[in-house]
């Protein structure tokens, strides 16, 4: 990065930060702070759902995905407009109707304090640990590739969204996180439209797309019925519906961002926008992806793409091996270009030879690929506390390679800005959640006390976001950054989602029945997740893990209400 690149990201990111500030300044009203102004609109409340859902990891994470699995990552998304169908005829018109800060009061008013305490402990506990991978993962990224200080880099762009989201709560969140999507638009927008243009002359989309066909990175779905698949057809569609439900209709970090508005039509608005557009914003991302891959098969590609750690090895005492690998790495990229220009130049021609042209080529990339698993296993070798997953720093690297000085400054506002307006509407849910359903009810006196509430809510907020920065420097992550996020959700919310469905639509269900049911659900799931390697039987897509957690919970808890009915019926019945 150049002087240009740092006046661009600073005045970009500095500068949303401080109109935030500036103008929710005064923002005292417990609404206003914790639900955001009753005027918005519903594009204000479209955006900031979107934003709050697209961290940093979003677009770092996701293109690196693209690169390496090829764009079925998106059958993810695949049951999230049902999802938000559903929350828009059934959750979202008893919040407003309850007039509720949280959707954990909704448990409390349907149960009791016990099961509203569960339900929004379990939440402060996955959104708080995720509130730590939402930081961590740009912040180790770009200290990597841009040499910054890691603590630094995690400590300054966690106090930055401390000090707006604190000072403005939902208000300054939902104003600033309209600018840094405009940014992240066109930064996105800009790198697709420069990867183009860097593409071999004569190429152009559609024979890059021929490429990335070809070698397997364009199949958008996959109908396999395995449970170890990880995406297909039926994870998204059942997995994806369970998910995207609970995210959107029982995560304060959601909940919040639409339960306010200038009436019911806004909220609804809002997240059908989401609906609409959430898919194929994430298609473009994992496309963008796909042509990075075939971007890199008609350039120089290093065998392995955390360029900053692999030099540190070849630099170090077992220097000769990863040199050695890197050699044939050259010859591999050669080798295996010109047989990529060969079955191009086959199938334009419509030669007989296509077949076995195309069968040299995907020969060739069989070859890299086993080239890469061994540059993995060297660096485990040379230090078994490397981090062997790399596809996260594919975009990033393409951004500092390829793009001229300027858009290289907006693009790393891009990761930025995302990582900030995701991290903002955590730290504001966070805060609300801890403030309304934790400290109002063990102190019961000052829940009339609209300033003091408020002053509670920036205390917790900054608590939170403190905490996750702290999470942030001592954490690691082996899995691809967006799955993280995904595998800390999916480990939570079908049981979370289990006790809201009970709530909704099963009224015999009482709360000790349900309560017990959630607890009971919630340890199987966190069994099925620790032992999965130890018994291959339960090593299934996690995905999976919301539909059984949902499914759990609603069953057990007709069943225990069942048996406590029997129960009270038998001690009533004379002797």
Same mark, same amino acid.
């Given at each position: 990065?150049?002087?240009?690149?740092?006046?661009?990201?600073?005045?970009?990111?500095?500068?949303?930060?401080?109109?935030?500030?500036?103008?929710?300044?005064?923002?005292?009203?417990?609404?206003?702070?914790?639900?955001?102004?009753?005027?918005?609109?519903?594009?204000?409340?479209?955006?900031?759902?979107?934003?709050?859902?697209?961290?940093?990891?979003?677009?770092?994470?996701?293109?690196?995905?693209?690169?390496?699995?090829?764009?079925?990552?998106?059958?993810?998304?695949?049951?999230?407009?049902?999802?938000?169908?559903?929350?828009?005829?059934?959750?979202?018109?008893?919040?407003?109707?309850?007039?509720?800060?949280?959707?954990?009061?909704?448990?409390?008013?349907?149960?009791?304090?016990?099961?509203?305490?569960?339900?929004?402990?379990?939440?402060?506990?996955?959104?708080?640990?995720?509130?730590?991978?939402?930081?961590?993962?740009?912040?180790?990224?770009?200290?990597?590739?841009?040499?910054?200080?890691?603590?630094?880099?995690?400590?300054?762009?966690?106090?930055?969204?401390?000090?707006?989201?604190?000072?403005?709560?939902?208000?300054?969140?939902?104003?600033?996180?309209?600018?840094?999507?405009?940014?992240?638009?066109?930064?996105?927008?800009?790198?697709?439209?420069?990867?183009?243009?860097?593409?071999?002359?004569?190429?152009?989309?559609?024979?890059?797309?021929?490429?990335?066909?070809?070698?397997?990175?364009?199949?958008?779905?996959?109908?396999?019925?395995?449970?170890?698949?990880?995406?297909?057809?039926?994870?998204?569609?059942?997995?994806?519906?369970?998910?995207?439900?609970?995210?959107?209709?029982?995560?304060?970090?959601?909940?919040?961002?639409?339960?306010?508005?200038?009436?019911?039509?806004?909220?609804?608005?809002?997240?059908?926008?989401?609906?609409?557009?959430?898919?194929?914003?994430?298609?473009?991302?994992?496309?963008?992806?796909?042509?990075?891959?075939?971007?890199?098969?008609?350039?120089?590609?290093?065998?392995?793409?955390?360029?900053?750690?692999?030099?540190?090895?070849?630099?170090?005492?077992?220097?000769?091996?990863? %040199? &050695?690998?890197?050699?044939?790495?050259? @010859?591999?990229?050669?080798?295996? +270009? *010109?047989?990529?220009? $060969?079955? !191009?130049?086959?199938?334009?021609?419509?030669?007989?030879?296509?077949?076995?042209? %195309? &069968?040299?080529?995907?020969?060739?990339? @069989?070859?890299?690929?086993?080239? +890469? *698993?061994?540059?993995? $296993?060297? !660096?485990?070798?040379?230090?078994?506390?490397?981090?062997?997953?790399?596809?996260?720093?594919?975009?990033?690297?393409?951004?500092?390679?390829?793009?001229?000085?300027?858009?290289?400054?907006?693009?790393?506002?891009?990761?930025?800005?995302?990582?900030?307006?995701?991290?903002?509407?955590?730290?504001?849910?966070?805060?609300?959640?801890?403030?309304?359903?934790?400290?109002?009810?063990?102190?019961?006196?000052?829940?009339?006390?609209?300033?003091?509430?408020?002053?509670?809510?920036?205390?917790?907020?900054?608590?939170?976001?403190?905490?996750?920065?702290?999470?942030?420097?001592?954490?690691?992550?082996?899995?691809?950054?967006?799955?993280?996020?995904?595998?800390?959700?999916?480990?939570?919310?079908?049981?979370?989602?289990?006790?809201?469905?009970?709530?909704?639509?099963?009224?015999?269900?009482?709360?000790?029945?349900?309560?017990?049911?959630?607890?009971?659900?919630?340890?199987?799931?966190?069994?099925?997740?620790?032992?999965?390697?130890?018994?291959?039987?339960?090593?299934?897509?996690?995905?999976?893990?919301?539909?059984?957690?949902?499914?759990?919970?609603?069953?057990?808890?007709?069943?225990?209400?069942?048996?406590?009915?029997?129960?009270?019926?038998?001690?009533?019945?004379?002797?």
């Amino acid at each position: 990065m150049n002087s240009l690149d740092w006046i661009i990201l600073l005045v970009t990111m500095v500068g949303i930060a401080i109109y935030g500030a500036w103008h929710t300044r005064h923002t005292d009203h417990l609404d206003t702070y914790m639900k955001a102004s009753k005027t918005t609109k519903w594009g204000t409340i479209g955006i900031s759902v979107m934003a709050t859902q697209a961290s940093a990891i979003t677009f770092l994470s996701i293109p690196g995905q693209g690169f390496e699995s090829g764009v079925g990552f998106v059958q993810n998304y695949f049951g999230l407009p049902l999802a938000l169908i559903i929350v828009c005829a059934v959750f979202l018109p008893i919040y407003r109707k309850l007039g509720v800060y949280t959707a954990y009061e909704f448990l409390g008013k349907r149960f009791d304090a016990k099961t509203r305490l569960l339900g929004a402990g379990l939440f402060l506990l996955q959104r708080g640990l995720a509130a730590g991978v939402t930081i961590y993962a740009p912040a180790i990224i770009l200290a990597t590739v841009l040499d910054w200080r890691l603590d630094l880099t995690i400590i300054g762009t966690g106090l930055l969204v401390i000090v707006y989201t604190v000072t403005g709560g939902s208000e300054a969140v939902n104003l600033t996180q309209k600018w840094q999507m405009g940014i992240i638009f066109l930064g996105m927008i800009t790198a697709f439209l420069i990867l183009l243009a860097r593409l071999p002359q004569g190429l152009g989309l559609g024979g890059a797309l021929h490429v990335a066909g070809a070698m397997g990175k364009l199949q958008a779905v996959d109908f396999s019925t395995d449970p170890a698949r990880r995406y297909t057809l039926w994870t998204g569609l059942l997995g994806g519906l369970f998910l995207s439900l609970s995210y959107f209709g029982t995560d304060q970090s959601q909940v919040q961002r639409y339960i306010g508005g200038a009436a019911l039509r806004e909220g609804r608005l809002g997240l059908m926008f989401n609906a609409l557009f959430k898919i194929p914003m994430q298609f473009f991302i994992l496309l963008l992806g796909a042509l990075l891959f075939v971007f890199y098969q008609f350039q120089p590609a290093p065998v392995f793409y955390n360029r900053v750690e692999w030099q540190q090895h070849a630099a170090g005492s077992k220097g000769a091996t990863f %040199r &050695a690998i890197d050699e044939r790495n050259d @010859a591999l990229n050669q080798a295996k +270009r *010109e047989k990529i220009e $060969a079955w !191009l130049a086959a199938r334009n021609s419509g030669d007989l030879a296509e077949p076995a042209a %195309r &069968a040299a080529m995907l020969e060739a990339a @069989a070859a890299s690929e086993k080239l +890469r *698993e061994e540059a993995r $296993a060297a !660096l485990v070798k040379a230090d078994p506390r490397a981090q062997t997953k790399d596809s996260d720093y594919v975009f990033i690297g393409f951004i500092l390679e390829q793009i001229p000085h300027g858009v290289i400054g907006l693009l790393i506002a891009v990761m930025i800005a995302a990582a900030l307006g995701s991290k903002a509407g955590e730290l504001n849910a966070l805060g609300t959640t801890t403030t309304i359903d934790l400290w109002r009810q063990f102190r019961p006196l000052a829940a009339h006390d609209e300033a003091r509430n408020v002053r509670a809510a920036k205390w917790f907020t900054a608590f939170w976001g403190i905490i996750a920065i702290g999470f942030a420097l001592f954490a690691g992550f082996s899995e691809n950054l967006i799955e993280a996020i995904n595998i800390i959700g999916s480990i939570f919310y079908g049981v979370v989602l289990g006790i809201f469905l009970v709530a909704f639509f099963l009224k015999q269900v009482g709360g000790t029945a349900v309560f017990w049911a959630a607890v009971i659900s919630q340890s199987v799931i966190f069994a099925l997740y620790l032992l999965r390697h130890a018994f291959p039987a339960l090593d299934i897509s996690y995905l999976w893990y919301n539909l059984i957690g949902c499914a759990a919970c609603v069953i057990l808890g007709l069943v225990l209400q069942v048996a406590l009915d029997g129960a009270s019926q038998s001690k009533g019945r004379p002797a």
